[in-house]
């Protein structure tokens, strides 16, 4: 088998927003959420399904989620892969618009059912050690959750780092394969989940058609671009600091440590001055 990475645009979306597999989805929200016997999600409907974004000039970088339960619950679950300037304002402001956008005015705010946003994250951004985090409203002084409708959960994978060998609990086994899938080989063979495994079914690349293939590649292409960019930009505004440093007599070590340059970089640049 070979897989893809989940973290890439399109094959999140195939992954967990495929009506056809709706499986793959209730069994990552009951895993996340921890809901077990009679509060468990046994149905979905996925309210932005999958489908192939345009190669040519289209809008390829949707990367969140929504599904509602049989209870009318709405869920968002997002992928970012770079920690963003303004991250918990829009995240904020997303899982608001839809829990308030249930409901039209003049109707009663009784109509108004529980918002659950769920963040996949490349990166660190919480104080919390573990990789999963949640987030309610909360009183400070008592803790009391008076304010139950709007629920934040945060998975960094950064902090994950438990091998195959040492996975205990279903949350455990869906983010490991969100974050090692790539580099593995087969399906481990303590995957009993059904929808978890048919999640590692769908990811690999023998079941994906040309046009799918093409869509992964463009977006993983973009992506190399964008951090190509992002390098370059940084490099240069290490390079106007040093010019800067060089003029005011310091010397090479002082400006590779402020700077991160390598020394070669350095005396290169003090050749052109």
Request: aromatic share 10%.
């Amino acid at each position: 088998m070979k897989f893809i990475d989940i973290k890439n645009d399109v094959a999140f979306r195939k992954i967990f927003g495929n009506e056809n597999k709706k499986e793959v989805l209730i069994s990552f929200l009951n895993a996340v959420l921890f809901l077990e016997k009679d509060k468990k999600i046994i149905g979905v409907d996925i309210l932005n399904p999958y489908q192939l974004p345009t190669l040519k000039g289209g809008k390829v970088t949707i990367v969140d989620i929504k599904a509602k339960d049989q209870n009318n619950k709405s869920y968002i679950v997002e992928m970012q892969v770079a920690d963003a300037e303004g991250f918990d304002k829009r995240v904020l402001y997303y899982a608001s618009k839809s829990y308030s956008s249930q409901i039209d005015r003049g109707d009663l705010y009784e109509k108004l059912n529980p918002t659950f946003f769920i963040g996949i994250l490349d990166f660190e951004i919480t104080q919390n050690t573990d990789y999963i985090s949640r987030h309610k409203i909360v009183d400070i002084d008592t803790g009391e959750n008076f304010i139950k409708d709007i629920e934040f959960n945060f998975i960094e994978l950064p902090k994950f780092n438990k091998k195959e060998n040492e996975l205990t609990t279903i949350i455990e086994q869906w983010v490991y394969f969100i974050k090692n899938v790539e580099n593995l080989k087969i399906i481990p063979k303590s995957v009993k989940d059904k929808g978890l495994k048919t999640a590692y079914e769908e990811a690999d690349k023998h079941n994906w058609t040309k046009e799918e293939l093409d869509a992964y590649d463009y977006v993983l292409m973009r992506e190399q671009d964008a951090r190509g960019r992002l390098t370059a930009a940084e490099t240069k505004v290490q390079k106007n600091i040093a010019k800067k440093l060089i003029k005011g007599g310091l010397s090479d070590e002082d400006i590779a440590e402020y700077t991160s340059l390598t020394i070669e970089q350095i005396e290169k640049l003090r050749s052109e001055q």
